[in-house]
């Protein structure tokens, strides 16, 4: 860890929503009195009816209920766009850069996506959807799909979205788990310069269909598809039935307004639901704030709609403020391991939001491909969805920032809705690889594990909780509420359980790290896998790392580690040694590898989480039963770490 810390510019701090001042006042007032904050920043969105009891919320487990703006009524799509016209109805609301950079981006503007956005939800509505309907959205990063979802928005149905990658297995299970009325979809969808089927996975995934779930195509490639019968419609030819006039349905603020089934790396995929008031005001607040976003700033989230943090900060927060958000339909390696950057210096970016695995794996490229293109215009970066290791966190200050953007290294999951802790741009003096501070309104808590005592001292170490709750904070799993309360409300009764581990240093600030699954225990000293990984990647010669426990006859758990090396860098024994010899040195001589294995590729979900599941059945050589995989973005890796695995015993 780093004792370094990076203190934002005085010109950002000058210009900042929140000052360090204004945080330590804010937050300070958001505990202390959450009603009378959350009276004032929950009118930052517009009610239909205003509300007037601002919380209610029951913790106790058998019970937990979970409420914010009650008796109030909105419409998010109202929201996010009616609200804007009168004054920005010319601004660019959405900047679509497609695939092929030699494809023409488009600018839409507040207007035009008031028009697609109200004629798609009148098509929804001619194929029978109405308020409380389920529609299913499985479609690339296209317009189409922020339309999808405002339209379902401004009529009242819930929305899932399934992330494009997924399998016809995984999509029909979503279709099922929700009862979908409505599946809507693309043709085929280009990614990286290949095709995914699209339509041919909901064929697939709707063959043994009994209850004529309908499907709505969107015409993106014009490829070849097989159509079922009477139940497939071709959107162009839906909207060209309908006018542009559909007035916003009148929402309850507790009404759902989607459901998002979490990744499969561990167990059965759950349906976290979200409702309409809480979650708008957190998403939009939240990407105000910590991004530090002023009108007329170009933001770009490079996340897939199909993630949460696609539905937050590409589509809710950023329309709910009336901002200019890019949409990015391509990966980060094509048509070269240059094109993030060519991106943000095409639409000249402001704020880049990316994940640290994303940042690695670029890294790994050289710096060439950055320095290539001027990214002046970038102000402030954000990363989200794993531990970022210091190197990682220095590549993205030094190669990508220039050291003039401050790094909001954001912890949150699909159950928050939104940012949870993270550096402000403008109030905190960054440290590698720490969440930093809580949002305002959240109470983390450090309790220790098997007690479940809150710790107060610190420095010190545990699993994080949350002490009350805060406006973007799910519901409840769709149709299981036992389900929810058991896995957020029972282990440490009275608090939510993020399920994460953390620990809070000298000066009080936040590192996560890792999910406390991924603690192994080693000759009786708790290791976060994360810290062994982080060792290991700081080597020059790595360029991704896991970690994982294995059974150990004297240690109780050994460390095993699966090492990808750099490109050009050649395995061998001298090596392992050396890696060896580096994480003693790093960490300790307890966090030494026990083993290490070298890994081509690592088992990661299509949202880049490395399946530990997996990796954690190989090293126990207990490969024979590795659960469900169907969430893996590339299967063969797997196949290849059983063949060369380690622990033979
Ligand atoms: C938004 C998102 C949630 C889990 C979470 C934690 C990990 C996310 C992180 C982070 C360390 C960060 N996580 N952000 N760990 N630092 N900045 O990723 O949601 O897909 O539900 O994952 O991701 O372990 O519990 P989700």
């Given at each position: ?80 766009i009616?609200?804007?016209l009168?004054?920005?109805g010319?601004?660019?609301a ?14 839409i503007t507040y207007n035009e996506l008031h028009e697609n956005v109200c004629k798609m939800a009148n ?24 339309y ?91 909207l060209?039935?309908v006018d542009a006039d559909c ?403």
């Amino acid at each position: 860890m780093s004792d370094k810390t990076y203190p934002p510019s005085s010109e950002l701090v000058a210009n900042a929503h929140v000052d360090a001042a204004k945080y330590e006042e804010m937050y300070a007032a958001s505990i202390k009195d959450p009603e009378g904050f959350w009276n004032e920043h929950g009118k930052r969105v517009d009610w239909i009816k205003p509300f007037t009891k601002v919380k209610n919320v029951n913790y106790d487990f058998g019970n937990v209920s979970i409420k914010w703006f009650e008796d109030g009524s909105l419409n998010v799509a109202a929201n996010c766009i009616d609200r804007h016209l009168a004054t920005r109805g010319d601004q660019t609301a959405i900047i679509w850069e497609p695939d092929d950079p030699t494809d023409e981006a488009q600018h839409i503007t507040y207007n035009e996506l008031h028009e697609n956005v109200c004629k798609m939800a009148n098509v929804f509505k001619n194929l029978g959807i109405g308020k409380g309907d389920r529609v299913v959205i499985y479609l690339p990063m296209i317009p189409e799909a922020a339309y999808a979802m405002l339209a379902c928005a401004r009529i009242g149905a819930i929305h899932s979205i399934v992330f494009a990658g997924f399998s016809p297995d995984a999509l029909g299970a979503r279709i099922n788990g929700c009862d979908a009325k409505l599946v809507i979809t693309a043709d085929t969808a280009p990614r990286g310069g290949r095709r995914t089927k699209l339509k041919d996975n909901v064929n697939q995934a709707l063959l043994h269909d009994t209850d004529d779930v309908k499907c709505l195509v969107v015409k993106r490639t014009g490829d070849q598809i097989a159509w079922r019968s009477n139940d497939d419609y071709w959107l162009h030819e839906e909207l060209e039935k309908v006018d542009a006039d559909c007035p916003p349905a009148e929402m309850n603020a507790e009404d759902p307004l989607f459901i998002l089934y979490t990744s499969g790396s561990t167990g059965q995929p759950k349906g976290v639901v979200h409702t309409t008031g809480g979650y708008l005001v957190w998403a939009s607040m939240t990407h105000e704030i910590t991004f530090d976003y002023h009108d007329g700033d170009i933001f770009w989230c490079t996340a897939d709609v199909g993630w949460v943090t696609g539905h937050s900060y590409i589509v809710y927060g950023p329309l709910a403020n009336g901002a200019t958000t890019l949409m990015f339909e391509g990966v980060p390696t094509y048509p070269d391991a240059g094109r993030f950057w060519a991106v943000c210096e095409k639409h000249k970016v402001n704020q880049f939001y990316t994940a640290p695995t994303a940042i690695r794996a670029l890294m790994g490229q050289g710096t060439e491909f950055v320095e290539k293109y001027d990214l002046s215009d970038l102000k402030v970066l954000g990363t989200v969805g794993e531990p970022i290791n210091p190197e990682a966190w220095n590549w993205y200050n030094e190669v990508v920032g220039k050291g003039n953007c401050p790094i909001v290294d954001t912890w949150w999951q699909t159950e928050t809705g939104g940012h949870m802790m993270t550096p402000l741009p403008g109030a905190h003096a960054t440290k590698p690889g720490s969440a930093m501070k809580p949002f305002f309104g959240v109470e983390p808590v450090v309790l220790e594990p098997t007690s479940g005592e809150e710790i107060h001292e610190y420095p010190t170490e545990g699993v994080l909780c949350m002490k009350d709750s805060w406006p973007g904070q799910m519901r409840t799993v769709w149709g299981d509420h036992e389900r929810f309360q058991k896995t957020y409300f029972s282990d440490y009764k009275g608090y939510y359980f993020a399920g994460d581990g953390c620990r809070r240093d000298e000066d009080g600030d936040y590192w996560i790290t890792g999910r406390v699954d991924d603690v192994i225990n080693v000759s009786g000293h708790r290791m976060g896998t994360a810290e062994v990984e982080s060792a290991l990647v700081a080597h020059s010669k790595v360029a991704e790392a896991a970690v994982v426990g294995y059974p150990h006859d004297i240690k109780g758990q050994g460390i095993y580690c699966y090492v990808t090396l750099m490109s050009g860098e050649e395995p061998s024994d001298d090596l392992r040694k050396e890696l060896r010899t580096w994480v003693r040195q790093e960490i300790g001589p307890i966090a030494a590898p026990d083993l290490i294995q070298w890994a081509p590729g690592l088992p990661k979900t299509r949202s880049g989480k490395i399946m530990r599941r997996i990796l954690r059945k190989i090293a126990e050589n207990d490969y024979g039963s590795l659960g469900d995989t169907s969430t893996l973005a590339d299967p063969s890796v797997v196949d290849e770490l059983i063949e060369n695995r380690m622990n033979r015993d």
